[in-house]
């Protein structure tokens, strides 16, 4: 099992800046990415940005250019930087761990959430 902690939502301005942490704890050798997603009110959960171990990164497209993401293995923390946000940025920010599991599963574990809005 995998225990992820958000941290770092809030209320910004368009334009402005913020950045996402997420600690990770727990049987971390199981764990090959870790990222973020996001979901809107009325929309469905998806990709904000993920890291793998080898450091390989894959972005959504509505953030190319603005956000980044980083990861520190020794603190087992992943970050996401945003900047230049905008309001449809708009949402719960979910951190997310995977990994694969036996006889070719895959599991996924994920944070709480953190809200993000961003004001016009």
């Known amino acids: 099992q995998v225990q992820l902690v958000e941290s770092g939502g809030g209320l910004v301005q368009a334009g402005g800046s913020l950045t996402l942490s997420c600690a990770a704890s727990g049987s971390m050798s199981s764990i090959n990415t870790m990222g973020w997603y996001r979901q809107a009110p009325g929309n469905q959960r998806a990709l904000v940005a993920h890291i793998m171990n080898n450091g390989n990164t894959r972005y959504g497209d509505a953030v190319k250019g603005r956000f980044t993401i980083t990861r520190d293995n020794a603190k087992n923390t992943v970050y996401l930087q945003m900047s230049s946000l905008q309001p449809e940025d708009t949402a719960v920010y979910y951190c997310?761990?995977?990994?694969?599991?036996?006889?070719?599963?895959?599991?996924?574990?994920w944070g709480q959430g953190t809200q993000v809005t961003v004001s016009s």
């Open positions: 997310n761990a995977g990994g694969p599991g036996p006889r070719l599963s895959w599991n996924d574990y």
